[in-house]
């Protein structure tokens, strides 16, 4: 059954805190090809014909704990992918705000077309041939664990192998975002944003609504 065929359990109004305006809160249906936003960017890199190759994505998230799995969705024709097929192996760097231009230019750009190889200064870690960049302020080597084919991307499964950072970008020990200065994509609208500030201490705020 279809939970929004009985639209009159979506209907309800609430008087806005600050003012004495009426709002709606009657819930509407939107397109189902709404998109998971916000998401944080990255730059996934692979060597491709004996070249660094970088390619922007948003569709990125962690999927097992241990061993450290992180899962991220590529067209299937992205010429990166055909790095990651043929080495098994790809890095993940985390961008900070002063990458946004690059880091656009890397998802504009494929470089089956233009010379990507020169955008970053790039280093190499214990993998060997998996290149990463060194203006990033968080990088990781994966190898691949596994690569599902889904109709219209490959999702790249990668378990995590070395991770690097500096400490400039931590503090206590651990990575400070305050430091690194991440930002994320957000469709509607297509736009990077930077981050705000923290709202609240995770597995903690929460404890006041235990009776
Ligand atoms: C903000 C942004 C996010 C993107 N996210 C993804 C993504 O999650 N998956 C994907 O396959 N392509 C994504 N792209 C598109 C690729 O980055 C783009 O097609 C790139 O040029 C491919 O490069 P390559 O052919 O050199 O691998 C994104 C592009 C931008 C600008």
Known sequence: MNPLAD??????????????????????????GVAPFPKPIILVGAMVEGNPNFITIAWFNRMNGTPNIWGLAMGKKHYTLEGIRKNGKFSVNFPSVELVEKTDFCGIYS???????NTFEVFYGELGDVPMIKE?????????????????????LGEVRHAYSEERFM????????????????????????????IGDAWSIGKVHKE
Request: glycine residues 6%; proline residues 6%.
């Open 7 to 32: 639209k009159s359990s979506l209907k309800g109004a609430v008087r806005s805190s600050n003012t004495s305006e009426l709002q709606d809160m009657t819930k509407i249906e939107i397109n189902p």
């Open 111 to 117: 470089g089956r077309e233009v010379d990507k190889s």
């Open 136 to 156: 990033c302020p968080v990088t990781a080597e994966c190898s691949v664990h596994e690569i599902i084919e889904l109709p219209k991307t490959a999702l790249v």
């Open 171 to 198: 503090t206590d020990g651990a990575l400070d975002a305050r430091k690194t200065r991440p930002f994320v994509f957000i469709r509607p609208g297509d736009q990077y944003w930077s981050l705000g500030d923290a």
